[in-house]
């Protein structure tokens, strides 16, 4: 009894304050419809991060993919490794993969340009079996990827709604170190 007078005192604060939930429909066409508008133009980069994130901001933005939709995302993938466990014998046993990403948002209807950057870091371990190591960074590629959609997704659908954060531009940093992924090592 005391849970439910506790769960509608909550509802009751919560309402009074002015909260919306971002995929609410309530009032107006809801995000849901704005956000078909939006349509992924191109993902520049490493070519398995690319495609990656390219998947799944197709199935997280699955309106429009040509040319007839408002809004355009094109991005810029840079990506790179960093050992952060390291044996006495020097070989690395995990690493750290950095995917950094310059998005830029255009309404082609008006111009208007939003230049957003994200970064996710995910990590994998490197063991023996060079097959083990190569499943586990690829498994850190695209766990790095998926999570930067899901972070596109929220910042697009946020600016949609005018609630969207000052944006932090859209230069990527500088690499961390020189042990990029294109290298072809695992482990060395």
Not at 69 to 93: C, G, M, P
Not at 105 to 118: C, H, K, N, V
């Amino acid at each position: 009894m005391l849970n439910r007078i506790l769960i509608a005192l909550s509802c009751l604060a919560v309402a009074g304050c002015g909260f919306t939930p971002l995929y609410s429909t309530q009032g107006e066409a809801g995000i849901r419809s704005e956000i078909r508008n939006v349509a992924v133009a191109e993902v520049e980069g490493p070519p398995e991060p690319a495609r990656f994130l390219s998947s799944a901001l197709r199935d997280a933005l699955p309106g429009n993919q040509g040319s007839s939709a408002r809004y355009q995302i094109t991005l810029e993938l840079k990506d790179q490794r960093r050992a952060i466990a390291v044996t006495r014998s020097a070989n690395t046993t995990r690493f750290d993969y950095y995917l950094n990403g310059a998005m830029v948002l255009t309404d082609t209807d008006t111009g208007a340009t939003r230049r957003q950057s994200f970064q996710t870091i995910v990590s994998y371990g490197v063991v023996e079996s060079q097959y083990s190591s190569l499943v586990g960074r690829e498994d850190a590629v695209r766990r790095a990827a998926l999570e930067m959609a899901r972070q596109i997704e929220i910042d697009v659908a946020l600016y949609l709604k005018g609630r969207a954060p000052e944006a932090t531009g859209a230069e990527l940093p500088a690499i961390i170190d020189d042990d990029l992924l294109g290298d072809g090592g695992i482990g060395q």
